[in-house]
């Protein structure tokens, strides 16, 4: 369909509130990018901006190669969903899908095929001639979903499409999203949101926005694997990364640290002997902390709090030492009477990670 490009990118309010700085960006044709980060980042005035809907300060968009910056939202060949259905309550579905393309004065042929089409694909046509009062939460975003279909657009934009929906209606119309992507694989979509899960499953690629700038761009696996930074680190995964501070005694291809807390971390990340004595932060998810009675450890403490999730269970602990940062691990399987024991935890030195000055060392500047 479309690719963007997005060069040196801002947008200030007024001559004061500046909230983004120099997003560059290149999104290939049929791309499913998802734009994350904590609330007031940007993200949904950034999708706004590749509307149309709010104007760009500074910088360049381009779509297939032409500049956007002044075109209007109708002309840039772009179709939005908003988290709000916006459905019009006295239309049917049928008319609602319809109604953009009697505007642009399609033949009722090309009407009625296109939005038959839409039907299909999302399921909708045993409720075409339906008022959006009849329909459940998930059956309005469809609705939504294939208004932008049948306007056969180069970029569909999602605004948190599902975050109004309740968590069984947000599960299933996910899935229905990623299967809308799968039949229609040259399609270029930017979906915002805030939700980790939506962001790890539907994206080709996600970016994080972070301090009026992207932090990191990356494919799921490599935002969750090889995290740039500490933001990235704690932001991507839930329970967040813990951070656990202390100090190189060790270099080379594995590196050796000595916990500020206590205990000993491993870690594959290679160091220099320059880097011999240099405070770090190690990273270890919750995921990745293990009970161990054995050296090296990485943490000693007691458990405060146990989650039982039933799949997993959560231990918060408090630390031994007042110097040691509070952990969290999360361990796979139903663990009872642990509330109240100490215990030490190890983690896999392929599973550690490095940060200096927020930065991992992964990768050097």
Known sequence: MADLKLTDVAKTYGNAVNVLNDINLDIETGELIVFVGPSGCGKSTLLRM?????????????????????????QRGIAMVFQSYALYPH?????????????????????????NHAARVLQLEDYLDRLPKALSGGQRQRVAIGRSI????KVYLFDEPLSNLDASLRVATRIEIAQLKESMPNSTMIYVTHDQVEAMTLASRIVVLAN???????????????????????FIGSPAMNLLPGKITKTGSQTEVSLDGGGTVLSDVPTTDAQAGLGVN???????????????????????????????????FEPVSKDAAPVIAKLAGIHQGLRGQSLRLAAPAAKTHLFAQGRSLLYPV
């Open 50 to 74: 590749i509307a149309g809907l709010e104007t760009i300060s500074g910088g360049e968009l381009l779509i297939d190669g032409e500049r956007m910056n002044d075109v209007p939202p109708a």
């Open 91 to 115: 239309m049917t579905v049928r008319d609602n899908m319809a109604f953009a393309l009697k505007l642009a004065k399609k033949t009722p042929k090309e009407i009625d095929d296109a939005v």
């Open 150 to 153: 049948v306007r056969d657009p």
């Open 212 to 234: 009026k700038g992207i932090a990191q761009v990356g494919t799921p696996l490599e935002l969750y694997e090889r995290p740039e930074n500490e933001f990235v680190a704690q």
């Open 282 to 316: 190690v990273g270890v998810r919750p995921e990745d902390m293990v009970p161990t009675e054995s050296d090296p450890y990485v943490f000693e403490g007691r458990v405060n709090i146990v989650e039982a999730l039933g799949e997993v269970t959560q231990l918060y």
